[in-house]
């Protein structure tokens, strides 16, 4: 049975910095394709941030660019979320998703749509105050 459990998340004030975890067992970690994804109160789902299984492929959305960033350890059987300059549009809840893919070693769109990923932890909330 694969487990998927984030951590990490709190409050803290605009500008700041917050690294989320996500620790996955269960699976082979280094065949899994990992994304971050989040959503906000009254908003969709949306994603973050991807890397595939061997970390030498990342992605974001837009909004994060510059200020997130995603990275793996699979001694630790982990990924990172590394947030920095946090606005309080950033506020929400984030979840770790986990797909077994280790078909290519690039991100693509298909890695951006939730319905891509098998596994979920059940998220950490975040909230930036201004």
């Known amino acids: 049975q694969v487990h998927v459990v984030e951590s990490g998340g709190g409050l803290v004030q605009a500008g700041a910095s917050l690294t989320l975890s996500c620790t996955v067992s269960g699976v082979n970690f280094s065949r899994l394709a990992l994304a971050w994804f989040r959503q906000a109160p009254r908003k969709e789902r949306e994603f973050v941030a991807a890397i595939t299984y061997s970390g030498s492929s990342t992605a974001y959305t837009d909004s994060v660019k510059g200020r997130f960033t995603i990275s793996r350890d699979n001694a630790k059987t982990t990924v990172y979320l590394q947030m920095g300059s946090l606005k309080p549009e950033d506020t929400a809840i984030y979840y770790c998703?986990?797909?077994?893919?280790?078909?290519?070693?690039?991100?693509?769109?298909?890695?951006?749509?939730?319905?891509?990923?098998?596994?979920w932890g059940q998220g950490t909330l975040v909230t930036v105050s201004s």
């Open positions: 998703a986990a797909v077994v893919d280790i078909s290519r070693d690039y991100v693509s769109g298909l890695d951006f749509h939730y319905d891509h990923y098998d596994h």
